[in-house]
Structures are given as C-alpha cells and as structure tokens.
C-alpha cells in the first residue's frame, strides 16, 4: 500500500511562550503544500527475527541513526499497543528537503500512522492517531488533519480553519542550509504578538506583509543574508506575499496565478513552483 506524505509552510509563526516541559507555546497556520514523499509499507512474508521492520530509502539521503527514524518510531509506536502487527517492509522515497521547516519528517511519520491504520484495520479516530502523533513530534498531528489549521500550544491544537490559496502560485525556494533548531529557540524572547495569527489569516492576502510575521525570520536573516535576499527577490518578481517557513531556510512566495514570473536562483537550490 503506497501513499504520498505531503509538506507544509508556515503561515505566522509567533512563539509566545517558554513552558516549564522545555517546550514553547506558539502561534501558526498550517498550510498544506503538494509537494510528497513516496512511502510505502507491505507486509513482510519472509521477516528477520532480529528486526520486526525492514527499512529502505531512496531519493534524498536520510541521515540519522535508523533508531531516531520518525517512521520506524511511529511503527513501534502502534506495535507496542498492537502486539499482533506483522512485520513489515515500509519503503520511503524523499523529495522533500530535510530540516527545511517544511515538515517532512512529521509527514511521514504522520502518513505511517495513517497507512498502518488503513492497512491493518487498526480502526483507530482522528483523535487517537493525534495522540500518537504528538508522542512523535510537534508538528506531526498536522499531518492527520492535513487541511489549513490555526495552531496553538505545541502546534498540536489545531482548528482547522477555512483558509482557500487556490487561486494562487506558490513558489519554495530552499538553499540547503541546515538551520538547528536548537539555536533558532534560543534567538527567540517569547512576547505577546502585536498582530495575533488568528485574526491576521482572516484579511486580504494583501495585508500579510509586514503584519503576518514568522518570529524566527529576522534572528535567521541576520545570520544568514542570503536568504533574506531570496525574500527580496520574491516579492521583486511579483510575490503578493513571501516568508520564512518555520525555523527555515525554506521561503515561500505566494503569487497570482496567471501573471507568475519565475526568480532567477542558483541552481543548487530546492526550487519548486506548486499550484
């Protein structure tokens, strides 16, 4: 059985507090974006005993240990609750960049949830497959949902929000620089947004700039230049709209369908124009 995990962009981003668990609370919009993963889970007849899963990847190279592996974890993570599952083969083809604020590994992490409730008839709600979400990462229970959600708490309250970008381009331009996570919360002093990202979502597109804000931009431009000038450009060829994703260095620029110019970027870059 195959499916195709999907990534996100940030719509907002603002961290309003340090928790006591180590943990911020925030403030986004998720916003779903096609571009996928492959991943595909069979089961598997001829199993390794030393091992209840057989993990292979193609595509982008997925570094890490095999034991820190989002979808090897959300596969334990339901064996541990559902003894009889077999053993499997899940294959993962990755084209979405990683540590790109875009979401991938959540996605796919999320997406074997899905698929291994699917195909073993685990009959397992919305509500339970976000709980187990959640104990995989933060972002992840976006990925059940997978529709645009204002975001608040971890990002794993989620109110799915009737926000339509259809009528728009949006062009994701990643310069393959790896930006720690770590280091982006410690840039951050938590306050109070002067625009809220919830009432911000609900004006013209027209008005985001400068108003619907991404906290960790400037700390992440000031260091790197480079991808403050890839904002600039967007929004010189056109971009109504154009931002960090996340903790980045993924950006993203939202322009009309119709009277799109594509930018001139290297071409070592991630690019992809989605509509």
Excluded at 189 to 201: D, F, H, R, V
Excluded at 229 to 239: F, K, S, V
Excluded at 240 to 268: D, E, H, M, Q, R
Aim: aromatic content about 10%.
């Amino acid at each position: 059985m195959v499916t195709f995990p999907n990534c996100k962009i940030n719509l907002g981003l603002n961290i309003i507090q340090k928790r006591t668990d180590g943990y911020h609370d925030l403030e986004t919009v998720f916003y779903p974006i096609l571009i996928k993963d492959v991943l595909e889970i069979i089961t598997n007849q001829l199993p390794n005993q030393v091992s209840d899963i057989h993990y292979s990847a193609s595509g982008l190279l997925v570094e890490g240990d095999l034991s820190n592996n989002l979808c090897v974890k959300a596969y334990h993570l339901l064996k541990n609750d559902f003894p009889k599952l077999p053993f499997i083969k899940l294959h993962l083809h990755k084209n979405i960049p990683m540590g790109a604020g875009l979401g991938g590994g959540s996605s796919d992490a999320a997406n074997t949830l899905l698929l291994l409730n699917q195909k073993y008839q685990l009959a397992l709600s919305n509500e339970q497959l976000i709980d187990y979400a959640l104990q995989l990462g933060s972002d992840c229970p976006f990925f059940i949902l997978n529709q645009p959600c204002f975001a608040k708490g971890r990002g794993e309250i989620l109110h799915i929000i009737d926000l339509d970008l259809k009528q728009y381009q949006f062009f994701i331009v990643n310069p393959g620089i790896h930006i720690s996570t770590a280091w982006a919360f410690s840039q951050i002093q938590p306050s109070k947004a002067l625009y809220p990202i919830e009432e911000t979502i609900l004006t013209p597109i027209g008005q985001w700039k400068g108003i619907l804000t991404n906290d960790f931009e400037k700390p992440v431009v000031k260091l790197y230049p480079e991808i403050g000038n890839i904002i600039d450009q967007l929004y010189t060829h056109g971009a109504i709209y154009a931002a960090l994703s996340g903790t980045g260095s993924t950006v993203f620029g939202i322009f009309p369908k119709g009277n799109f110019l594509k930018p001139i970027f290297p071409k070592n870059y991630f690019l992809a124009v989605v509509d």
